[in-house]
């Protein structure tokens, strides 16, 4: 697959500290200099600890700590138009990252490629043929492509709420951040937002899957004929 990287984006995950097994992941904006094709790569700490020189003294200590990191490339599919997830054939599809590169500010990507899975999986259970995978990947697609889509513009918008720099609108986030309880949607953090909340988290692939069967079988088409529906 064609893959879109964010030039100015890598992402620095320490592989561990004090010798004790802990890792953790740091963003910013820091220049991908990994080669074409490499997602990740060991890289020095000298040059993790530099980049996050202005840092809080805190988290400056903690880096101080650390042996060893790598340095990961993020990717979102926010820029690439994949005009399809499944083979024309209808003989193999795409699903998780391959599908929907998500960044990992909503920390969803992992989510969103499991749900694909329980979709795929509800509904290559309901067919009576091998003639049906066909109609079945494409419907598969249709439900996946809107849900997916919206999770990853979510999780690059929250890139840009974290990543703010000092100025009116920072001020107004972390006022908000700091005051504003119960959260409201709209919300800075979307994680807190409750409507974000149901969004992400009230997602129930089984569910999905009668659903959209049921509508397939009340619009009169039988499972060898949903291709009908998918179109
Ligand atoms: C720092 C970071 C933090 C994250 N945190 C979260 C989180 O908290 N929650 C969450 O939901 N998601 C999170 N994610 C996203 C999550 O890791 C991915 O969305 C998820 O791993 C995608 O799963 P996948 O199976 O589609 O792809 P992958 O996990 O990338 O699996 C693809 C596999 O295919 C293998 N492969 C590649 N090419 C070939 C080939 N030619 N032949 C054979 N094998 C091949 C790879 O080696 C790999 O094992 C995070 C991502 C990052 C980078």
Request: aromatic share 8%.
């Amino acid at each position: 697959m064609q893959s879109v990287t964010l030039s100015e984006m890598a992402l620095f995950t320490i592989l561990s500290c004090c010798n004790i097994s802990l890792g953790f992941t740091l963003t910013d904006s820091a220049p991908d200099d990994l080669p074409p094709n490499v997602n990740a790569a060991n890289a020095s700490v000298e040059e993790m600890r530099a980049f996050f020189s202005g840092w809080d003294p805190k988290l400056r200590k903690i880096l101080s700590l650390a042996d060893s990191c790598t340095k990961w490339k993020l990717q979102s599919s926010d820029q690439l138009d994949l005009p399809a997830w499944v083979h024309p054939q209808g003989t193999f599809c795409l699903l998780g990252d391959a599908a929907h590169a998500t960044l990992p500010y909503l920390a969803q990507g992992a989510a969103i490629s499991v749900e694909d899975g329980g979709v795929l999986g509800g509904l290559l259970s309901k067919i009576r043929s091998k003639k049906d995978v066909p109609r079945v990947l494409a419907l598969y697609e249709q439900m996946r492509r809107p849900r997916t889509s919206a999770v990853v513009l979510a999780s690059t918008k929250q890139r840009s709420i974290f990543h703010m720099h000092d100025g009116p609108a920072q001020q107004d986030r972390d006022r908000i951040m700091s005051t504003q309880y119960p959260p409201q949607p709209g919300h800075p953090n979307q994680w807190a937002d409750p409507v974000m909340q149901e969004f992400l988290f009230g997602y129930d692939a089984d569910n999905e899957v009668e659903r959209t069967w049921n509508d397939v079988q009340l619009r009169g088409h039988h499972a060898g004929n949903v291709m009908n529906y998918a179109r």
